[in-house]
């Protein structure tokens, strides 16, 4: 069961462009963080949190946002939380210049994907920035959590990035745990638009159990 959620309103592109929410993410766990004391402003957070047992997660952009805080998390550390249990990737927005597996080549199509990058990043370097292809990121085996979950779309144009992502973990000698789940014929975020399907109902169900299996 999951006891406490804190969901962070992280300012948006094109108004606020990358990185602004890795950075206003960043500053919401160490205000969450400062309350490992007892004595943060927020009272419900000073009295029945656990932070031995902190989660980070996310859909989409969320996804990704996720891993570089846990990424971040394994370069710097915070006062107030030793260590975070998970992190859950849901339909993790990641990209590449190069396509690798099944995903898709006609350049015109991944074209609309790469523009996505460039909108919410202008000052990117491209679509092999390590922001978006954590696959080419050399900090990678850092990441800060004990255990990934990374749950993709059997439709989502970006099922791959995803699968590779677990593998690339596993290559570079990342200590933790891996797992990987796939809702077959479903496409990106569907649990968004349609919450009691069966693949939705699967899917919360296997975070559940990711968050409670220690």
Same mark, same amino acid.
């Given at each position: ?48 949190? $656990?932070?031995?047992?902190?989660? @980070? /997660? ?7 946002? &996720?891993?570089?805080? !846990? =990424? #971040? ?63 080419? $990121?050399?900090?990678?085996?850092? @990441? /800060? ?7 993709? &779309?059997?439709?989502? !144009? =970006? #099922? ?55």
């Amino acid at each position: 069961m999951i006891e406490h959620l804190v969901s962070v309103d992280y300012r948006r592109a094109p108004e606020h462009p990358l990185p602004v929410a890795y950075d206003d993410s960043w500053a919401a766990l160490k205000w969450v963080a400062s309350h490992a004391h007892g004595d943060g402003p927020e009272e419900w957070l000073n009295r029945h949190v $656990d932070f031995g047992k902190v989660f @980070l /997660g996310g859909d989409s952009a969320g996804a990704n946002i &996720a891993h570089q805080l !846990a =990424l #971040r998390f394994g370069q710097e550390r915070l006062e107030g939380i030793d260590n975070i249990k998970g992190i859950i990737l849901v339909h993790p927005y990641f990209w590449g210049i190069e396509p690798i597996g099944n995903e898709e080549r006609d350049p015109e199509k991944r074209k609309v994907i790469d523009g996505v990058w460039y909108f919410a990043c202008p000052t990117t370097g491209g679509n092999d920035d390590p922001l978006i292809n954590p696959l080419l $990121d050399p900090k990678l085996a850092t @990441l /800060g959590c004990n255990k990934v979950l990374v749950a993709v &779309a059997g439709n989502d !144009a =970006l #099922r791959e990035r995803g699968w590779y992502y677990c593998e690339e973990l596993k290559k570079r000698g990342w200590r933790g745990k891996v797992e990987f789940v796939e809702a077959n014929g479903e496409n990106h975020v569907f649990h968004l638009e349609n919450a009691t399907c069966e693949n939705a109902v699967t899917l919360l169900k296997k975070i559940s159990s990711f968050i409670n299996d220690d």
